[in-house]
């Protein structure tokens, strides 16, 4: 195979004898220079008008939140608004604050799956936690009551959100607070539909999107049914992440600002019934929602599937990370993957391929997480490295490639001399913008008539098919008798 047509590099001299080989590093440089003008440039332009503008945007939320509780005692707000201020205030409200993320750069708030009523499941979780952008995801929920520090009271306008939103408070400094909260909470979860939504992000701090915290039992202690809800950013660059290894406030608000169109994607997933031993006991709870969420969440895998390191299960272990009790399924859909001596597979591609078959993520979301599912730490130097194995891997599992081509690709991508294994900006350059592979993931994987719907994808499905295994896994509502 000519490099031409495997690394999308061609000869710029059309004397015979093979071209010098590309520096991929040089190209990589080149790539971040262009980035950094880019961003220097919206940043200086596109920037402050939006953080001006996102800024007036919020200060016109003030009067509308003061209004819908202006005159009401205490005793009155311990019960859900309803009536003229229920209705203006809380469409302005709403309105301003679609306006407010649309200033910032957020065009699109794509939403997948469908949001259960307050009856159904009166607590909604969200995660991944990743940034103070994260309550756009009020939005798609229409504005469900959240739990807040009570210090913030005292900032200005979002104080006065939080008394409009009717949130449950808890503070630091007091020993009973959390005991209050703990009764709070189960009493709006327990209403019968009187109380809109209760919202928790149950990791209870940011993180960096590449596995779920441990979430915090708070929004299990009612023992009430429980919808997920996942947050993702499928954007080329990640401007939005905020933990505390990475970017500040400012920086973060300024790179996001920059970026000409940012995407959120917020998805539904099913309602989860707790079992009676699940809803005597909140860990429990809080453990197995979270397991649920990390088998489809982007960038974050469950024990089974970690990045980086293989984790090799029998059919057994297989059906039970799954969920499956149907054994013609289970046989069938153990069969698919590669098996070694012992009968074993390695979770992570079974993690991939389930990922490649729901449809749910864009193709730049599946081509990171094949990356990060097989990157390997590199002997000497920091940074991770998608070496032969993984490589061939990926394309046998997505693309159905043979493994001794691909390795023979991989070598050709790599240049002797150069490096052992490809970078993530490498991997998504072959993956995305070669002539020939590009046109093969993008065609091959999301194909134009693909059915995007989970409904359409499950009448598609046959019992037994991979298809069949993602949607019976992913898709479907976890089954208490199973």
Same mark, same amino acid.
């Given at each position: 195979?000519?490099?031409?047509?495997?690394?999308?590099?061609?000869?710029?001299?059309? &004397?015979?004898?093979?071209?010098?080989?590309?520096?991929?590093?040089?190209?990589?440089?080149?790539?971040?220079?262009?980035?950094?003008?880019?961003? $220097?440039?919206?940043?200086?332009?596109?920037?402050? !008008?939006?953080?001006?503008?996102?800024?007036?945007?919020?200060?016109?939320?003030?009067?509308?939140?003061?209004?819908?509780?202006?005159?009401?005692? +205490?005793?009155?707000?311990? +019960?859900?608004?309803?009536?003229?201020?229920?209705?203006?205030?809380h469409n302005a409200?709403?309105?301003?604050?679609?306006?407010?993320?649309?200033?910032?750069?957020?065009?699109? !708030?794509?939403?997948?799956?469908?949001?259960?009523?307050?009856?159904?499941?009166?607590?909604?979780?969200?995660?991944?936690?990743? &940034?103070?952008?994260?309550?756009?995801?009020?939005?798609? $929920?229409?504005?469900?009551?959240?739990?807040?520090?009570?210090?913030?009271?005292?900032?200005?306008?979002?104080?006065a959100l939080l008394r409009f939103n009717q949130a449950i408070l808890v503070s630091r400094h007091d020993p009973a607070s959390r005991r209050r909260v703990v009764e709070e909470v189960r009493r709006r979860a327990t209403s019968r539909g009187k109380w809109p939504q209760v919202l928790f992000f149950p990791e209870g701090t940011c993180s960096n999107k590449k596995a779920l915290l441990k979430f915090k039992p708070g929004a299990f202690i009612a023992g009430v049914p429980v919808q997920p809800v996942l947050i993702r950013y499928p954007n080329s660059l990640d401007t939005t992440s905020w933990a505390w290894r990475g970017p500040g406030v400012l920086k973060v608000l300024w790179l996001t600002a920059s970026q000409p169109c940012s995407i959120v994607e917020v998805e539904f997933l099913p309602v989860y019934q707790p079992s009676p031993e +699940?809803?005597?006991?909140?860990?429990?709870?809080?453990?197995?929602?979270?397991?649920?969420?990390?088998?489809?969440?982007?960038?974050?895998?469950? &024990?089974?599937?970690?990045?980086?390191?293989?984790?090799?299960?029998?059919? +057994?272990?297989?059906?039970?990370?799954?969920?499956?009790?149907?054994?013609? &399924?289970?046989?069938?859909?153990?069969?698919?993957?590669?098996?070694?001596?012992?009968?074993?597979?390695?979770?992570?591609?079974?993690?991939?391929?389930?990922?490649?078959?729901?449809?749910?993520?864009?193709?730049?979301?599946? !081509?990171?997480?094949?990356?990060?599912?097989?990157?390997?730490?590199?002997?000497?130097?920091?940074?991770?490295?998608?070496?032969?194995?993984?490589?061939?891997?990926?394309l046998h599992l997505l693309l159905g490639s043979p493994r001794p081509a691909a390795t023979t690709l991989h070598a050709v991508l790599c240049q002797p001399g150069c490096s052992p294994g490809l970078s993530l900006c490498q991997f998504q350059n072959f993956s995305l913008h070669d002539p020939l592979y590009g046109k093969l993931f993008s065609t091959y994987l999301r194909p134009p008539h693909m059915p995007r719907s989970t409904s359409q994808i499950q009448n598609a499905s046959s019992p037994g098919s991979p298809t069949a295994l993602a949607n019976g896994t992913v898709q479907a509502p976890k089954q208490k008798g199973d």
């Open positions: 195979m000519s490099q031409g047509s495997a690394g999308g590099w061609a000869p710029l001299d059309p &004397t015979p004898g093979p071209p010098a080989p590309p520096n991929p590093f040089v190209h990589e440089l080149y790539l971040s220079r262009l980035q950094r003008v880019k961003f $220097c440039l919206l940043g200086a332009l596109l920037a402050p !008008i939006r953080v001006l503008l996102a800024f007036i945007v919020l200060f016109l939320l003030w009067p509308f939140a003061w209004l819908q509780v202006a005159g009401l005692t +205490e005793e009155q707000l311990q +019960e859900p608004i309803t009536g003229w201020r229920k209705t203006v205030c409200v709403l309105g301003l604050s679609r306006l407010l993320f649309f200033l910032l750069g957020f065009l699109r !708030i794509r939403v997948r799956g469908q949001r259960a009523s307050r009856l159904q499941a009166p607590v909604l979780v969200a995660a991944p936690h990743s &940034t103070f952008f994260d309550p756009i995801v009020l939005l798609p $929920c229409d504005l469900p009551k959240v739990v807040s520090r009570a210090e913030n009271l005292s900032v200005p306008v979002i104080g +699940e809803s005597k006991d909140p860990t429990l709870y809080a453990n197995n929602v979270q397991r649920v969420m990390a088998q489809l969440s982007p960038g974050c895998v469950d &024990t089974g599937a970690e990045p980086g390191r293989s984790r090799m299960i029998s059919q +057994e272990e297989f059906a039970r990370q799954l969920q499956l009790t149907d054994p013609q &399924t289970v046989a069938g859909a153990f069969s698919y993957f590669q098996q070694d001596a012992m009968g074993l597979v390695d979770f992570r591609n079974v993690a991939l391929a389930l990922a490649a078959l729901d449809g749910g993520r864009s193709l730049e979301e599946l !081509i990171h997480l094949a990356f990060e599912l097989f990157a390997e730490e590199q002997a000497e130097g920091p940074g991770r490295l998608l070496y032969k194995d993984g490589f061939s891997t990926i």
